[in-house]
């Protein structure tokens, strides 16, 4: 049984630009979640994606986008990247229905914005 | 609003000493109180699951307790490779499954 597979690990980036993270879910979890942990905190929720479509929203603005492909693997874009974008990116994999105990974390893409 | 506090931010043990780290929450309805282990540069791993007041769950030298206002993630005896953040989690009040985390405690053990 794979777990959650993020890439990249580490990525920079300049301020403005667009960076898209991805993410392999779990093999039989159909649900993905992407969180935000800046350094010294913890992991904020970002989005949920189910069976393709939007699932619910953290307080993040428009330009954090995402999408969820058949296969249940997804991508987290973020566009006009800001200095407060730095942080690592979580991806969380589970089975449908389920709430913390079935998420799988997979290890994070640490951005840096410069 | 879903709020989870933990205490202390930072602890610092000798090998063998045992403590206790605090998780307070203020959510309408529980629906299960999360513990992860976060090690540096890694994704958080799943503990525990605790859903009523009472409840208690054990897993080698960690012990998650559960009140009707707080958790506590007790460690005996603990040694150098249980150093890591530990965050707790309760699931947000929406019609998705997600969660809201708190800041964590980073806990260094000593040898």
């Given at each position: ?18 960076v ?95 | ?27 309408s ?41 707080e ?10 490779e249980?150093s ?26 000593s040898p």
């Open positions: 049984e794979t777990g959650v597979t993020q890439s990249p690990t580490h990525l920079i980036k300049t301020r403005g630009q667009q898209t993270l991805r993410c392999s879910s779990q093999s039989g979890h159909n649900t993905v979640s992407w969180y935000q942990q800046a350094l010294g905190q913890g992991p904020q929720f970002i989005f949920q994606y189910y069976r393709e479509e939007e699932n619910g929203r953290g307080n993040f603005p428009p330009r954090f986008s995402g999408l969820q492909f058949p296969n249940y693997s997804s991508e987290l874009n973020v566009n006009a990247l800001e200095l407060d974008d730095s942080a690592l990116y979580l991806c969380a994999s589970s089975p449908t229905g389920s709430e913390g105990y079935g998420y799988t974390f997979g290890s994070g893409t640490r951005l840096t914005v410069v | 609003e879903d709020q989870v506090t933990q205490s202390p931010e930072a602890l610092r043990l000798q090998e063998g000493e045992s403590s206790s780290l605090n998780c307070s929450y203020t959510v309805g529980l629906r299960g109180l999360f513990w992860y282990r976060q090690d540096p540069g890694k994704g958080p791993e799943f503990l525990f699951t605790l859903y009523s007041a009472g409840e208690e769950k054990e897993k080698e030298r960690l012990k998650a307790t559960l009140t009707k206002k958790s506590f993630l007790h460690i005996t005896a603990p040694k150098p249980d890591a953040t530990y965050l707790c989690a309760v699931p947000l009040n929406s019609g998705y499954s997600t969660l809201t985390f708190g800041k964590g405690t980073m806990l260094l053990v």
